[in-house]
């Protein structure tokens, strides 16, 4: 059973950092791109960054300077390092595996909020 679980979301003041995390179980982690999705209500779901299989980082523009995207193979962990959040960032984060294979997975989400 594949599991992606998000961990560090929370309420942060604009300007704060926080560290995104996923756990992945159930897949061959290597062999997966991954990366981070976010929605905002109303809003449809965007791509925030990517890392692939290889460690190539792909980023929104939105987000580039401020966000890192960095991935663990030995322990199936991708995380995601904000920095200098706006109030635009809030939204809630989704993990996401992908692979030629298998397809998409994705994790439960985690809400990020940026106060103002």
């Known amino acids: 059973q594949v599991q992606l679980v998000e961990s560090g979301g929370g309420l942060v003041q604009a300007g704060g950092s926080l560290r995104l995390s996923c756990a992945a179980s159930?897949?061959?982690?290597?062999?997966?791109?991954m990366g981070w999705y976010r929605q905002a209500p109303g809003k449809q779901r965007e791509l925030v960054a990517t890392?692939?299989?290889?460690?190539?980082?792909n980023y929104a523009d939105s987000v580039k300077g401020r966000f890192t995207i960095s991935r663990d193979n030995a322990k199936n962990t991708v995380t995601l390092q904000m920095n200098s959040l706006k109030p635009e960032d809030t939204a809630v984060y989704y993990c996401?595996?992908?692979?030629?294979?298998?397809?998409?997975?994705w994790g439960q989400g985690t809400q990020v909020t940026v106060s103002s």
């Open positions: 159930g897949i061959i982690f290597s062999a997966n791109d």
């Open positions: 996401n595996a992908r692979s030629i294979m298998s397809g998409d997975y």
């Open positions: 890392i692939s299989r290889g460690g190539w980082r």
